[in-house]
């Protein structure tokens, strides 16, 4: 039987586990704004769709980031991945905005997405609820939504882009309660992984809301 001090010594600190929370959001919040910056670039520059491309740069990337996250590239890679995702947010934006309340819609999409972060954050925090059982739902929703991108590129509808982007976005809920239970539970102790795991999520649920806006408004 194990001895419960070995576990103990073993298990990160309230300390160690809140350190890593605050270097995740730090780094986030950067990300984000690094994001905003390259999409903001991209709409003006009228960045195109790379597409099947696109895809594969971005398995790279985050191959990159996950090789190299106990050292200083993983932070190097993962300003690398944001900076490119926010590229490919470009051709999304710039089609929204071309509608006449298109500025609302990016505002409205934006504040949405910070809502349900700040929710599911929030109370995953609190409660220290293990989420866990959700890695199933996410390997498995990451297969569908890799399988429906491709699909997508080769034919597309409306309702395909519509029930796309609703699962993308309880895709993104439950990474989120999955990957911040993990730092809170002390289970993750890689702030840059975490990081990662966190953008993705919010990409994917800002991205799909913009969508869904986007075809409601789209004549």
Known sequence: MANPSVFAARAPSAIEINKVLRSTYALLAMTLLWS???ASVAVAIGFPHLGLIGLLVFFGLLFAVHKTVNSG?????????????GLELGPLLSWVLQSSDGGVLV????????????GLSIYTITTKRDFSFLSGFLVVGAIVIIASVVVSFFWVSTLMLQVLAGFC?????????????AVVRGEETNYIRATVGIYVALYN???SILLLFGLGGDD
């Open 36 to 38: 905003a910056v390259t």
């Open 73 to 85: 590239w993983g932070l190097v890679w993962t300003f690398a991945l944001t900076g490119f995702l």
């Open 107 to 118: 505002a409205q999409s934006l504040a949405i997405t910070a809502v349900a972060f700040f």
């Open 169 to 181: 976005i309880l895709f993104g809920a439950a990474l989120i309660l999955w990957q911040t239970s």
């Open 205 to 207: 649920i800002f991205s």
